[in-house]
């Protein structure tokens, strides 16, 4: 029987489930959460003061947001795509094309589509370890003059990173304004042991998605902007008009705590648990991946797939953030002094793994992504028909396809259909995959009659 929110969300807490995976805050056991009740869910009443005109407590706490010298921190409480979406629409009034990384988040396509901006992808490199985008080579050989604005994604959902300083030097020296979708790297240089913000190197607006990696609730993003960036009020005019007019006190609140537990934390405690639970896992028979990003782990075995090692997870009440053909993603907290992370049950249930290794099982070989560089346009399809999705290559998508997670389409709207690319999603799907665009195994096409 299907249950509803609360039904599923209570069945989850009585089984103890433990999460290795967003939000930041894992299951309220990380972080100071604690401090917030409901009935802190209040409104713009005398002294609460406004998020859209802030001049009081509002005003004071993102004050706080004073890491960057140079740059205005803003809480978001639309989560980092209305950050994405403001400062997209700032550009539209001038001429050129964005350049755009082939792993941007829906939410820049989505940006482009309200917006009929063109864009140019810009050339990618693969990584070997995770087979997704991450990073951009030879800018340097692009023609740049009619780039009004670049967009990178740093670090990639996976945890990998790449020389974003010298991409940045590159655009600063032909006047590009630069925005980096930086969702996930929320707890960049909370200490030397993790990477630094490309905030650090001089992107000119940097969008974190606090909830995702520090503790806040979901929704709780903050947008950096240099103080002298030309475009800087528009943005801010955008996101009066695309963020809520009731924007939720409790968000904010979890934003100001979060602040406060960055600026005052202390990895001691996560080396030691990460080197144990590292530990555990290859003394159970798993392969362990780093990543630039210690607190991402890929996690893997080499007789079983993706989705058998997520489901050996799962059988314990272990959740991870995403599977793969090949490895799941853990997202790990940020373990410190008193946290109420249940660790040593997560150790214990770890060990006692029922793993069947008769179930032997050839790896899928994943299609090739295109790294080449090429022009995004906007395409309006009026005339719509349904198909099944093994009968779609060659067709014309009348949709964004878009596994999710982590968010990053497959299929644009106008892109013809390849059998590769239908041939992951069959597979994917068969295995449980989740992908918005697609429903019942059926695809929206153009119709050509």
Not at 196 to 208: E, L, M, N, P, T
Not at 343 to 363: A, G, P, S
């Amino acid at each position: 029987m299907v249950m509803n929110i609360n039904e599923k969300l209570n069945s989850l807490q009585k089984k103890k489930a433990i999460s290795l995976h967003v939000p930041g805050h894992h299951n309220n056991t990380i972080g100071y959460l604690n401090e917030l009740n409901v009935a802190m869910d209040m409104t713009e009443i005398t002294g609460l003061d406004d998020l859209h005109q802030p001049e009081e407590c509002i005003q004071k706490s993102m004050s706080q947001l004073n890491r960057f010298p140079h740059y205005n921190g803003q809480y978001l409480v639309n989560g980092t795509t209305v950050g994405i979406l403001s400062v997209i629409y700032a550009v539209q009034h001038l001429s050129g094309e964005i350049l755009i990384p082939r792993n941007a988040h829906k939410s820049i396509y989505n940006a482009l589509n309200l917006t009929k901006q063109d864009a140019r992808w810009m050339p990618m490199t693969v990584s070997e370890k995770t087979g997704q985008y991450n990073g951009v080579e030879a800018l340097s050989s692009m023609d740049l003059s009619n780039i009004k604005l670049a967009v990178f994604t740093y670090p990639n959902y996976y945890g990998e990173t790449f020389d974003i300083e010298e991409s940045i030097k590159l655009l600063k020296a032909h006047n590009i304004p630069i925005l980096v979708d930086e969702a996930h790297g929320a707890h960049f240089g909370v200490s030397s042991y993790f990477p630094k913000s490309s905030i650090v190197y001089g992107a000119d607006i940097v969008v974190q998605s606090y909830h995702k990696t520090l503790p806040a609730l979901t929704m709780g993003s903050v947008i950096y902007i240099k103080e002298n960036l030309n475009i800087k009020t528009d943005i801010q005019d955008y996101l009066k008009m695309l963020q809520t007019s009731s924007p939720s006190y409790l968000v904010m609140a979890s934003l100001e705590s979060a602040e406060n537990f960055y600026k005052n934390y202390n990895d001691q405690f996560f080396k030691r648990n990460r080197k144990r639970l590292i530990e555990t896992l290859q003394q159970v028979g798993f392969k362990v991946g780093s990543l630039e990003d210690p607190l991402k782990l890929i996690v893997s075995h080499e007789k079983l797939t993706g989705f058998e090692v997520q489901s050996i997870f799962e059988e314990s009440n272990i959740f991870v953030e995403l599977c793969h053909q090949k490895f799941i993603l853990l997202v790990l907290p940020l373990w410190h002094h008193l946290d109420r992370f249940p660790f040593d049950e997560l150790i214990e249930r770890i060990n006692k793994f029922e793993i069947d290794v008769e179930r032997i099982h050839v790896q899928e070989e994943q299609f090739d992504l295109p790294c080449h560089s090429t022009t995004y346009k906007y395409i309006d399809i009026e005339d719509i028909r349904n198909i099944e999705l093994c009968s779609s290559v060659g067709e014309i998508s009348a949709v964004d396809v878009v596994p999710y997670p982590p968010g990053v389409p497959v299929i644009l709207k106008g892109e013809i259909i390849s059998q590769d690319i239908v041939d992951s999603l069959l597979q994917w799907l068969n295995r449980g995959g989740r992908v918005e665009g697609i429903r019942n195994k059926q695809i929206k096409v153009k119709d050509e009659q």
